[in-house]
């Protein structure tokens, strides 16, 4: 056995969400890669067939569910599928989330909740949902996908930023109770250039004030986020749970501000 045989998930069975593209798609075809067959789920069907043949590509197995995920009981159905497709799950990346900036004054009461049913109630219903039948064999491990602006102040975003913030100690709370079996972490993620960043990555200007805000002075790639995800959900992360891997590129504020003004 060498130490690169600890980041192989050969046989397991994952399940991630928004897995269409951006993160999700990169994190799905990154766990095929190292071994597990994967239930790929978000709302375009087309763009998961597309995945799904990258991870057939790696020699592993998908499965396509597409649904609106912003319900968490669609959510939560994801477990039931992994089971009655593969007969088990052992990984679970809850992936799908975001919520538009807005300024603080038009974020209304539902807006806000809206943004935690989003990030926090789909993570905690799939969370659920899957914790029984990962206990019914040898356990697992949950990777949920919070963001800088959960730790980081920046004008626009109260409503995003207190979600990601909530999943993001929902965390520490899920590895605590779930813990020795089932391992809990999610990984803080920064600037990734993803479709959600598509108008700054195309910007020169905008990506270059972006770039060199950010310490690292370069916007991530959805692989290192799915490289992450691939650690904490291997045995390579076996003595890690209730942590939060910051992956932002050396971020301590935000790299890019709308320019709001003063009230």
Do not use: W
């Amino acid at each position: 056995m060498t130490i690169l045989d600890l980041f192989r998930v050969t046989d397991k069975v994952a399940v991630v969400t928004g897995a269409g593209r951006g993160i999700g798609a990169a994190t799905a075809v990154a766990l095929a890669e190292a071994g597990a067959d994967v239930v790929i789920s978000s709302r375009t069907e087309a763009e998961l067939h597309e995945v799904a043949a990258r991870i057939e590509q790696a020699g592993r197995k998908a499965h396509v569910v597409a649904a609106d995920l912003s319900a968490p009981d669609a959510a939560a159905a994801l477990a039931a599928a992994a089971q009655e497709t593969f007969g088990r799950l052992d990984i679970v990346v809850n992936n799908v989330g975001g919520t538009y900036p807005r300024p603080l004054l038009d974020t209304t009461v539902e807006f806000l909740e809206e943004a935690f049913r989003f990030n926090v109630s789909t993570a905690h219903a799939l969370t659920v949902a899957a914790a029984p039948a990962m206990l019914a064999d040898c356990g697992g491990a949950i990777v949920n996908i919070s963001s800088v602006m959960g730790r980081v102040a920046g004008r626009g975003f109260a409503a995003y930023g207190t979600a990601k913030a909530a999943l993001a100690h929902y965390t520490r709370l899920a590895a605590t109770d779930l813990s020795p079996r089932i391992r809990v972490n999610a990984i803080a993620v920064g600037s990734v250039a993803t479709s959600a960043l598509d108008v700054v990555v195309r910007n020169d200007e905008l990506r270059g004030k972006m770039e060199a805000a950010t310490p690292l002075h370069v916007i991530g790639d959805a692989d290192h986020i799915a490289a992450t995800a691939v650690y904490l959900a291997s045995g390579a992360g076996g003595y890690v749970t209730g942590k939060v891997f910051e992956v932002d590129g050396g971020l301590q504020v935000p790299n890019l501000e709308f320019g709001l003004p003063d009230l």
